[in-house]
């Protein structure tokens, strides 16, 4: 049994074909252990898809567990959001396709952790400046973020539902 506490998070499901949003949906709810039905809106950014985004509640891991249900569909963009809780980091999961899917570790404010032994490594593997760059570029997700980006700002001011993880 896990000591782990509650914590909370965010579902961002950035496009996905219509025809999967019932499965997206299904992997939402068996993920939380409740039926879950989205507001799904139009994807400017991506004519013909559609968009949703669900708020959570449930214990520290819940976000991994969400992100590894959704990387199902490929053609589904989405980010996975969760908020550090008592002796847990944060994290983000962030999925596009022909990526795949990157995570990181984040900080109370948001912010990309990117931890000591993780730079030791990238420092002792990258000599050259333009390397090292690069290599950091992955660690923080910059190809995620140039790839959802479009697809973020497309749903601003979206409407969120609020889910609670059952049992």
């Given amino acids: 049994m896990s000591t782990r506490g509650n914590t909370r998070g965010v579902v961002y499901v950035h496009s996905s074909p219509s025809a999967v949003c019932p499965h997206v949906e299904w992997a939402i709810s068996g993920t939380l252990g409740g039926r879950v039905e989205l507001r799904w809106t139009a994807q400017p950014a991506a004519p013909g898809q559609l968009r949703a985004e669900c708020g959570w509640r449930g214990p520290a891991g819940t976000g991994g567990k969400l992100a590894s249900a959704l990387k199902a569909w490929p053609m589904v963009r989405f980010e996975v959001a969760e908020e550090p809780s008592q002796g847990v980091d944060g994290e983000r999961f962030c999925y596009a396709p022909g990526l795949g899917l990157w995570h990181g570790r984040t900080s109370a404010n948001g912010d990309i952790v990117v ?41 601003d001011g979206a409407p969120v539902t609020w889910l609670h993880q059952v049992g």
């Fill in 115 to 155: 931890g000591e032994d993780q730079l030791r490594t990238l420092v002792a593997k990258c000599r050259a400046g333009e390397q090292l760059a690069h290599k950091l570029d992955e660690l923080l997700g910059a190809n995620w973020d140039e790839a959802l980006e479009p697809f973020r700002h497309a749903g």
